[in-house]
């Protein structure tokens, strides 16, 4: 048993050293792609994401910045990452926090400096209280003295292109300010620079960034599709659990216990457990309610592994039978999102698997009699959201829509169908939409606080693309044999 037991945690030991390792190639690859888009004048400089707080002396659980990661592979608070391409030889500094093993006897361990060279494969790092006097002396254009910095024209590159006023500082702007809703450390910082300093530019890296993890790399789609399976296995789990008189939070903890089983870090977004009524809500995250026989249950969940989420959305009947109106509106989701999946190939773009799937979606809601028109915008009432966004380390990851599909892109496919029962008091009151609420009045009767919406994730792959959640059932036939097992 203890030879079985030795040989067990050797292979997890194993595994873990050839995924750092892995880990270590991947962000080295990402900074030079990163040093060649910024040129030898600039300098790049990428903040970790804070600390929050939630109340007292208790703070959320720490998450990386993803831009941070995606570049050293470190997972810490207090890290900053220097790019100076045109340096002799240090291109590439981290400045991080010092160990403190009265304060690690309360919080955990911190890394050292060689455990952060050995991960990220930075190997010029200091203190982080050292960065601020680091770029003063930069920006001033001193002669290092101070023996960490003493490298003979090291940073003559950068130092003329002050003197020139061809200079560029790069920092993340746009995700961080979307993040968080105001300032943040990146426009405190480069407003600082701006009004102490001069000889230099102001720049947003994220444009860069964008464009470079639009496209995954083999290692990303390794983890992507990691967290897809994760997710599937959370879904099946479900699937097991959901019948009358469950709550739905009961479902969640199933689901999620899930993700914690297989090592995910928690989920990519609030788990979305709507029974009911609840499933024609968006976004609806309360997961409170009691299910009912006769119930739909919609669950739009995704694992988080290694930094990558997973999206994915199942629509389930509680007692394992879907009613006749309720296969009316699923076969018409099922079925727009079986015509999008078609229109996705390298040279397409997402607004293409949009139209596809959103023409399906307008000729189904005209059979039903749920719209009278197939050529304007009533359908939005009952369908009110994109078919597609990407996918990677945000669930809505960055990228331009407009962009033609390549190889290695990984985005969702999920059109959803949701007959709200107060979305025909909400239309205005104007002679049109009296006629078009008069017109579908039966049909609103019949299929109202049905909330049917199936989101599957695919990779784009050469010859088409590949179904990356085909192991969460999602054919009527095989939801429900899936539910009676």
């Known amino acids: 048993m203890k030879k079985i037991f030795v040989a067990i945690l050797l292979l997890i030991c194993t595994r873990a050293f050839a995924q750092d390792s892995e880990l270590k190639s991947e962000v080295i690859k990402r900074r030079a792609n990163m040093a060649s888009k910024i040129g030898e004048n600039a ?43 045109g340096n002799k030889t240090r291109k590439e500094i981290l400045f991080t926090s010092d160990r403190d093993p009265a304060q690690e006897t309360w919080t955990g361990k911190v890394l050292s400096q060689q455990e952060v060279k050995d991960l990220s494969g930075v190997q010029n790092v200091y203190s ?22 003493q490298i003979s024209e090291e940073y003559d590159t950068f130092f003329n292109a002050i003197k020139s006023g061809v200079a560029q500082i790069y920092f993340v702007f746009e995700e961080e300010q979307s993040l968080s809703g105001g300032l943040t450390k990146e426009t405190e910082f480069a407003k600082l620079l701006k009004d102490r300093f001069n000889g230099f530019a102001i720049k947003d ?88 026989n006769g119930d739909l249950l919609l669950m739009d969940v995704g694992a988080e592994y290694k930094y990558y989420t997973a999206d994915v959305t199942r629509t389930i009947p509680v007692n394992g039978k879907f009613s006749p109106e309720q296969i009316e509106i699923y076969n018409i989701v099922y079925e727009a999102q079986e015509a999008a999946m078609k229109a996705i190939h390298a040279g397409a773009k997402l607004p293409d698997v949009h139209n596809a799937g959103s023409e399906v979606v307008k000729q189904g809601l005209k059979k039903l009699g749920l719209i009278t028109d197939t050529n304007g915008d009533q359908y939005k009432t009952w369908f009110m959201h994109g078919v597609s966004h990407w996918l990677g380390m945000d669930v809505h990851d960055t990228g331009e829509r407009a962009k033609q599909l390549q190889p290695g892109m990984i985005f969702t496919v999920e059109p959803g169908i949701y007959i709200r029962s107060d979305a025909l008091d909400n239309l205005g009151s104007t002679p049109e939409n009296e006629k078009f609420k008069a017109a579908v009045k039966s049909a609103f009767e019949k299929y109202k606080n049905i909330g049917v919406r199936i989101e599957d994730d695919v990779l784009v792959t050469s010859t088409g693309y590949e179904l990356l959640s085909k192991k969460a059932p999602r054919a009527i036939a095989d939801v429900e044999k899936a539910m009676a097992q």
Request: charged letters at 25%.
């Open 128 to 149: 982080s209280s050292r960065f601020e006097e680091f770029l003063e002396r930069i920006l001033n254009r001193y002669n290092f003295e101070t023996p960490r910095y």
């Open 43 to 85: 300098m790049l400089i990428v903040f970790s994401a804070p600390e929050r707080p939630k109340t007292g002396d208790v703070s959320y659980e720490y998450r990386q910045s993803n831009n941070l990661y995606y570049l050293t592979g470190i997972t810490q608070a207090d890290t900053t990452l220097v790019m100076m391409p």
């Open 205 to 292: 890296a994220w444009p860069i960034l964008t464009d470079a993890r639009q496209v995954k790399s083999d290692y990303e789609i390794r983890m992507a599709k990691e967290a897809i399976d994760i997710t599937c296995d959370g879904l099946l789990a479900a699937m097991k659990t959901a019948k009358p008189d469950v709550w739905e939070y009961q479902v969640e903890a199933v689901l999620e216990e899930t993700y914690k089983k297989r090592n995910a870090f928690d989920w990519g977004f609030p788990s979305i457990i709507a029974s009911g009524p609840n499933a024609t809500t968006l976004h609806y995250e309360t997961n409170q309610r009691q299910m009912k």
